[in-house]
């Protein structure tokens, strides 16, 4: 059985970062290495999330941050320069209310 702390990091978060990353490309313009440095990961990473090399699971949860709006905000303080550190809060929390009833873990 998966736990949920498993599938807040191999599905949940990845969904989020996905959504993200294609907005900050999008809206704000920026180029891989631009997400990758504000967002805390690795260009490849995002290469993986803009050109659609990860599961239809995912693709579907990320679809769903979308139309949800869960994007918008993470990419808005991404975009203005907010520390890391509250970006990922905030990606915590929208995984954890939009995936898991709103618990932490």
Known sequence: MVSECDSRVRVAIPAIRIAVAKLLKSK???GQQEIARRMGITQASVNKYLNGRYSARIRRIAAGVRA???????????AS???LSLVNEHIDKTAARTFFGGRSL
Request: no cysteine.
């Open 28 to 30: 704000y313009n920026m």
């Open 68 to 78: 949800g709006g869960g994007d918008k905000k993470i990419a808005s303080m991404i």
């Open 81 to 83: 320069g907010k520390r």
